[in-house]
């Protein structure tokens, strides 16, 4: 089984400016095949995360949602600033 907040850990580690208050959480879903990922930051490395129209975002979320389905699972991140 794959640690999916490890790996998007990883992913968003080298983007932020301070790793130390960088931190991902997975939550609970109703639907046993969904993943819900928080990624938690200050509010100008989301800005970063997110990036430009949402590129950065979206790139992440692309490369998660290959990681995923392997397990036949659908992931869904979510950024939010302390």
């Known amino acids: 089984m794959i640690d999916y907040e490890k790996v998007l850990y990883n992913l968003c580690e080298p983007i932020v400016s301070d790793?130390?208050?960088?931190?991902v959480k997975r939550m609970e879903t109703l639907d046993?095949?969904?993943?819900c990922l928080y990624v938690y930051a200050?509010?100008?490395?989301v800005a970063r995360l997110i990036g430009k129209k949402g590129a950065m975002?979206?790139?992440?979320?692309q490369m998660m949602?290959?990681?995923s389905?392997?397990?036949?699972k659908k992931i869904t991140i979510k950024f939010e600033s302390y």
């Open 19 to 23: 790793a130390l208050n960088l931190s």
């Open 42 to 45: 200050n509010s100008d490395d």
């Open 32 to 35: 046993e095949h969904e993943i």
């Open 65 to 67: 949602s290959v990681a």
């Open 69 to 72: 389905r392997k397990e036949d």
């Open 57 to 61: 975002a979206s790139s992440i979320r």
